[in-house]
């Protein structure tokens, strides 16, 4: 768990701005919802859960309403809420090629295979198809809360505080791209980040204030 108001003291005494002089406090606190984002978009088992879940008829499913991604699917569940058989993770083209009609059977009573393809994070397909209420756990990243005022409280580890830091950081020099010193600093918390949470160096980072949805 990480305390907003912690968070807030970090970032206005790097960014020399403790009596919020140059940023209003509202705009730290977006800047820390917006942050939690890219945690989870470059780490999304910083925030994962694992729970059983009630499928519905047929092939496609989707993760919880409250879902970032799903991140894997484990077992199937019997009615008594007990672990069952393992289901296996198969690409969509490999189902496709060993049988082609896969999609077409929609009332079996427990999963075999799941396929899903990370550029449609919230969907997954299982096979066989299932009657309505076929139960399987799974692992899926949920998305944050929105951050709404310093008394909030973060629910994630503390080894995500440093990288939350970083990636306000970087948001609030991004609005000051047109000064040399601006673009070393926001350059420089790119590569905190970067090395925090693990990613190669020559990859790059994508970062951008995520609009609301």
Known sequence: MIKVSEILERVTKAFNDIDYARVDKATYIKFISD?????????????????????????????????????????????????????????????????????????????????????????YWVTPGVATGTKIAIVYSKAFPEVLTEEDVIDIDMIFKDPIISSVMIYLYMMDTESDLGMQKMSHYINLLSQSLGLEQQKGIDIGPREDK
Not at 90 to 105: G, H, Q, Y
């Open 35 to 123: 942050a939690l984002n890219q945690v989870l978009l470059i780490r999304p088992d910083a925030n994962a859960a694992t729970v059983v879940v009630d499928l519905t008829q047929g092939v496609k499913q989707n993760i919880p309403d409250d879902g970032f991604r799903l991140i894997d699917v484990l077992f199937n569940v019997a009615p008594d809420g007990t672990y069952s058989s393992a289901i296996t993770n198969v690409p969509k083209n490999s189902l496709d090629v060993i049988a082609a009609n896969w999609p077409m059977t929609n009332n079996a009573s427990k999963v075999s295979n799941f396929a899903h393809d990370p550029t449609n994070p919230k969907v």
